[in-house]
């Protein structure tokens, strides 16, 4: 939705353009755009040899169709805008899948690649330059200008071809605002928040893997902003508001004043958080809770020391695999997992092996991840760990070499059966033996082996679980999203994602008691952990664990000094008698007063 507003009282300015989208993660920041996609793409160029042909055929295929998906889902978004401009836009998008689908490029890259051996990047850039030549010599200015858009069609199956997460940040200005066609979750480990202060994008979930590393590193952002990329342009004023899913453009004076006084009063706030830090995780009632945090990079360690967390309640090992195209070797990964062991002193860590596969890519094995129907259903997680026996023993190997003072816990994503557990136990016995006869571990202690609940059938099998894991964690994220069908990344089903419907609450419930009978320790460390609305029905089911991003320990544990553990426990029994989410809302919100 988009609205002007002010037409006539700040005259001699362009008018604020007011555009609408999820707010994803909260805040307010204030900034020149810089606009990611208006880059040219740089073009690798190189001959190949004839056996490699059919392989660059097929990257350019694939390119294509990686292409022909974005464009149908940015077709569906100008669908959500209104009046005239919706039409314009999608007429736009329409001419463009044509492009990519015209036989004549295809034809051309293909002959280039099979004739004159050149790589399948080096090849579209002369078709497209072939083709402009044939725009440039028209009259009609109009006809000519069109030109543009095979330049970007052209610019577009380059950005597939190349791997654009690679197109760094690091020559930003400070306090810059992204805005993008799309922002990925590899782009945002690049962004370093000393110059980019927040972003938005046009595509995009509320509950996606960007949006919680957006929360994670604190950036207010909006995603899911159809008419974004029409009224952004490099250098403008823009305003991003987090908390309300709103991004202003050109902003008038008196609104740019607001936000100013808006943002010193959330600092002003943030401030009196910290002064909660060194005091105890304990209820009114004396019930004492472990307050950890997710750690997605290994910078958000010093984040996690100022927030007061008691550990690292999930290490998300993804960071090393993203952003290049080899894999990190066992010594570099060790050195990682030691800064952050070092970082929380004495505190626990919890190392999640690898979990790739669906919005969460690594080049390096994107051969094993490429071609996946339903990546979400597919080999992903610890499923690609088993798959790639040398990927899942570096990783076990380089957290046993890493775990000083028996501290760290290693934890498996995605786990859906006791086999699967069973076998990475096995793969960890023999790598401990081998660590031990090299003398590279002394090996009497091994870390214990948990499991993230976050499908369905691992809730309900829990029991059975529990029996062969040494601990659970409750991945709230995936587990709303296989429960409830919905993708976690897609804005256009984002409404559907509800943590509060019934069979959510049922299946954490579930687990938590199969996890309780047996005595073993579970956690929840999706982002319903660091949500204080969720808090009293965590700790009234008897959760003692909870971990989540640093920047929202502080508020967690201002709420978790104010409740008392047997009304949350009363709350509890009431939430799971109920079968309508719109029902334990209001319950909740009733407690939550
Ligand atoms: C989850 O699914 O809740 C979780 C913590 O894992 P991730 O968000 O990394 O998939
Ligand atoms: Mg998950």
Redesign the pocket.
């Known amino acids: 939705m988009k609205t002007k507003a002010n037409p006539n009282e700040n005259a001699g300015q362009p008018t604020e353009i007011r555009l609408r989208g999820l707010g994803v993660s909260p805040g307010v920041a204030v900034g020149a755009i810089h606009l990611r996609d208006a880059s040219a793409v740089p073009i690798p160029e190189y001959l190949i040899s004839a056996s490699q042909v059919p392989r660059e055929i097929n990257r350019f295929d694939t390119a294509v169709s990686a292409a022909e998906k974005q464009l149908a889902k940015l077709r569906e978004k100008a669908a959500s805008v209104h009046g005239a401009s919706a039409e314009e836009l999608f007429f736009l998008l329409e001419a463009h899948s044509q492009m990519l689908r015209s036989g004549q490029l295809r034809e051309g890259v293909e002959r280039r690649v099979r004739e004159e051996r050149q790589n399948a990047e080096a090849a579209l850039a002369a078709e497209i330059e072939q083709i402009l030549t044939i725009f440039d010599a028209i009259d009609d200015p109009y006809l000519r200008s069109r030109g543009d858009e095979v330049r970007q069609v052209g610019q577009r199956i380059l950005r597939h071809l190349t791997d654009r997460a690679y197109q760094g940040f690091d020559r930003l200005s400070r306090n810059s605002l992204v805005i993008a066609e799309e922002v990925t979750p590899a782009d945002t480990a690049l962004m370093d928040p000393k110059r980019v202060i927040g972003f938005a994008s046009v595509l995009g979930g509320a509950e996606g893997?960007t949006a919680?590393m957006a929360r994670s590193l604190g950036l207010p952002a909006v995603l899911g902003v159809p008419e974004l990329l029409r009224h952004g342009r490099s250098g403008a004023m823009m305003i991003i508001d987090g908390d309300e899913g709103l991004v202003i453009i050109d902003p008038y004076k008196e609104t740019l004043e607001l936000y100013r006084r808006r943002r010193a009063s959330q600092l002003r706030a943030n401030r009196a958080l910290q002064r909660l830090r060194d005091l105890p995780a304990v209820t009114k009632d004396g019930v004492r809770v472990s307050l950890q945090a997710?750690v997605e990079l290994p910078s958000d360690v010093e984040q996690c020391v100022a927030a007061g967390a008691e550990g690292v309640g999930?290490l998300?090992t993804?960071y090393l695999f993203m952003n290049r195209h080899d894999l990190p070797d066992e010594e570099e990964q060790i050195a990682s997992i030691r800064h952050i062991m070092h970082g929380v002193a004495d505190g626990q860590v919890t190392v999640?092996t690898l979990?790739v596969g669906g919005e969460?890519i690594a080049s390096a094995l994107g051969h094993h991840l490429a071609e996946a129907a339903n990546p979400a259903l597919g080999l992903r997680a610890v499923r690609l760990s088993l798959r790639v026996p040398e990927l899942l023993e570096s990783q076990l190997s380089a957290a046993l070499r890493a775990n000083e003072g028996n501290r760290l816990r290693i934890l498996l994503?995605m786990i859906v059966n006791v086999d699967e557990i069973r076998l990475v136990r096995r793969k960890m016995e023999e790598v401990t033996l081998r660590l031990t006869s090299q003398g590279l571990i002394a090996g009497e202690t091994l870390p214990s082996l948990g499991v993230?609940i976050?499908i369905p059938g691992a809730a309900l099998a829990a029991d059975a679980l529990a029996r062969e894991a040494d601990f659970f964690?409750?991945?709230?994220?995936?587990?709303i999203?296989y429960t409830l069908a919905i993708d976690r990344s897609d804005e256009r089903v984002a409404y559907l994602y509800d943590p509060l419907h019934p069979a959510v609450l049922r299946l954490i419930h579930f687990a938590v008691d199969a996890a309780r009978r047996q005595d073993k320790p579970v956690s929840v460390?999706?982002?319903m952990a660091g949500d204080a609305r969720y808090l009293p029905f965590f700790l009234g089911l008897g959760i003692r664990e909870l971990s989540m991003r640093p920047t929202a320990l502080p508020r967690i544990k201002q709420r978790l000094r104010r409740l008392e553990a047997a009304a949350c426990e009363e709350l509890v029994s009431q939430l799971l008698s109920q079968s309508d989410s719109h029902e334990i809302k209001r319950l909740l919100n009733e407690f939550n007063g």
């Not at 964690?473 to 587990?479: C, F, R």
């Open positions: 893997h919680v997710n999930l998300r993804e999640r979990d969460k994503p993230m976050e964690a409750i991945g709230t994220n995936d587990l999203m460390c999706g982002e």
